[in-house]
């Protein structure tokens, strides 16, 4: 990582703010939101093991995949993540040049139930519409206002992540115990 001008350098460094044009940002996001629709409608694909079909009077033959479906089946989680996507990162930009390059909650805010409300219109109930985009809203405001980090202490997550085994192995004292019990299994 580290050799685009999005990337961070690290994988886990969120320290760093991504910057750069927005309609770059915006096509960026809306292609990673491709790829992850993409590879989510391959395993919804794949999951059953019955055959894709259509379910139109002009369907093809029963039992066997008809590659229309499944073409389906694959591009419209892809469209429905690109789309959540770029709509995020495309009002989240929009809003950071409204408000001449001010990154605080409120454009995640704003961002967030703009893509809520994209997340909601796949249902097609306004109802829903609303509830997402306020969800959504309120869960990338969250987000962005706790940072990315889940930890509070992170010296305790690195001795966690490094250094929680001693050097060498030591055995407690009932598993001692039950080697001297059991000689015969000592070695297991």
Not at 88 to 105: I, W
Not at 156 to 175: D, M, N, T, V, W
Request: hydrophobic share 40%; net charge neutral.
């Amino acid at each position: 990582m580290g050799g685009d001008k999005f990337s961070t350098g690290a994988f886990n460094d969120p320290k760093e703010r991504v910057s750069g044009p927005g309609l770059i940002r915006t096509m960026y996001s809306a292609g990673v939101g491709a790829f992850a629709g993409t590879f989510y409608g391959a395993c919804v694909t794949a999951w059953y093991p019955d055959p894709v079909q259509t379910t139109g009077k002009f369907g093809g033959v029963p039992g066997r995949t008809d590659f229309r479906a499944v073409g389906r089946t694959i591009l419209r989680p892809a469209m429905w993540f690109s789309l959540t996507a770029g709509t995020f990162t495309g009002v989240e930009c929009a809003m950071e040049s409204a408000r001449n390059e001010t990154q605080d909650p409120w454009n995640s805010l704003v961002a967030g139930m703009a893509s809520g409300a994209v997340i909601g219109m796949t249902t097609g109930r306004p109802q829903v519409v609303g509830a997402a985009a306020i969800g959504v809203g309120l869960l990338m405001t969250a987000v962005d206002m706790s940072g990315p980090k889940t930890v509070r202490d992170e010296e305790a997550l690195e001795y966690k992540r490094k250094g929680l085994l001693p050097k060498q192995h030591q055995e407690s004292e009932a598993l001692v115990a039950l080697k001297e019990l059991f000689p015969q299994h000592k070695d297991l």
